[in-house]
């Protein structure tokens, strides 16, 4: 009884403050008031977030409401699953030529998503990720933020100070610009492993669906906050860390993105969230995420919630991913361009992996996101 009672005590402003954190995303999330005070700052910011509705909205989810509104209504009439009821005597003769017009309909319906919808996707994916960064970049540049964002240590025991923060910067030159392109490289192949994360635990019988959620969540709070990060020129590793010690925050941030498309089938939730991602990237732009959680953690005396190592799994595979690259392979084939492109790319990879491994080793701690990790099993403690 005692040890329940001492684990309930340590657990209850645990819970509180993991609870507070998800509130104060949430509530951040749909701070949507800035979206309109951004756009008024910058025309240009305006014209792009219109192209994305004009896009997404009224073509793509207007293409779809007329699909179902207008083609299937009129095949269905033209070429009806049902006997005509012209006369009650006798059987029906229509029922012979019934599943030659349900394969017409099917055809015709399969016909435009091939020839309609897959191509609108494709170009509305495409032109959609280039607005992004647009609306991003001027929705930063509207809130006259021009310096580098500084993120906190996770660790209370780290000290800010004038050498750590040299020591937190890339290097410049040459150097700084190889880590950066590695960075981008790793965090794109990064998310991409956390993408089928997501989408395999969907399967998981009972808590499947649950377990998604919040990975959805995570995701898409972790794509809104990295154009922030990117134009703050974040380090990779400084952004993972952020984020995995304020988990309960991010997840909170994300839980109104995900409602907005949870229910939905996936090709309407794509233009629904066509539409929504954009706003939520100018919340996360204009929000004060990281003054607000330092202010929560202050009131807490320091005591923070412990990181969870949320990008562990993804690290893992896209680490043994570049591990069991075939660079020999490579290095027998003639010189070639493209050879020459991969193992640059690699270098890269190799280059920001390293940089990530010193600066924590100058840390002192080890992390699971970002560097090799053989005890990627010892996770923080919540």
């Not at 959609?128 to 021009?146: C, H, L, Q, R, V």
């Not at 949870?262 to 939730?269: K, Q, Y």
Request: hydrophobic residues 45%; charged residues 15%.
């Amino acid at each position: 009884m005692e040890t329940t009672k001492r684990f309930i005590g340590i657990l209850r402003p645990k819970l509180k403050q993991g609870l507070l954190l998800w509130l104060e995303g949430f509530k951040e999330a749909c701070c949507l008031h800035r979206v309109v005070f951004l756009c008024f700052r910058s025309r240009k910011l305006l014209v792009r977030t219109g192209q994305c509705f004009l896009l997404n909205g009224f073509i793509f989810l207007g293409s779809i409401l007329v699909l179902n509104s207008v083609v299937i209504p009129t095949l269905l009439w033209i070429l009806p699953n049902q006997c005509p009821e012209v006369s009650s005597q006798g059987p029906c003769s229509f029922e012979s030529v019934s599943k030659l017009y349900l394969s017409l309909r099917l055809g015709l319906i399969q016909l435009f998503y091939v020839f309609w919808f897959c191509p609108l996707y494709i170009f509305s994916f495409i032109l959609s990720t280039i607005w992004y960064n647009d609306i991003a970049k001027y929705g930063f540049a509207a809130m006259g933020k021009n310096g580098h964002d500084v993120l906190e240590p996770s660790s209370q025991n780290e000290v800010k100070t004038p050498e750590n923060t040299a020591l937190m910067d890339k290097p410049a030159g040459l150097g700084g610009v190889m880590i950066g392109i590695g960075e981008q490289v790793y965090s794109v192949l990064l998310l991409t492993f956390f993408f089928l994360e997501v989408y395999a635990t969907g399967f998981i019988p009972y808590i499947g669906k649950a377990l998604n959620f919040v990975l959805l969540s995570w995701m898409y709070a972790y794509y809104c906050f990295e154009y922030k990060w990117n134009l703050s020129d974040v380090a990779l590793d400084r952004r993972l860390d952020f984020f995995e010690s304020n988990w309960a925050f991010f997840s909170g941030f994300g839980s109104p993105c995900v409602l907005a498309i949870f229910f939905f089938s996936p090709l309407v939730s794509y233009g629904v969230m066509a539409i929504l991602f954009p706003l939520f990237v100018l919340a996360a732009t204009g929000s004060e995420a990281e003054q607000l959680i330092f202010s929560q953690r202050r009131k807490w005396k320091g005591m923070g919630l412990g990181r969870l190592p949320i990008f562990c799994a993804a690290d893992t595979l896209s680490i043994c991913y570049y591990q069991n690259y075939e660079l020999l392979d490579l290095s027998f084939q003639q010189p070639t361009i493209i050879a020459g492109l991969e193992l640059l790319d690699v270098g890269f990879i190799s280059l920001a992996i390293g940089y990530s491994r010193s600066e924590a080793r100058q840390k002192g701690t080890l992390r699971c996101s970002g560097i090799i990790h053989p005890q990627c099993g010892s996770s923080s403690t919540m």
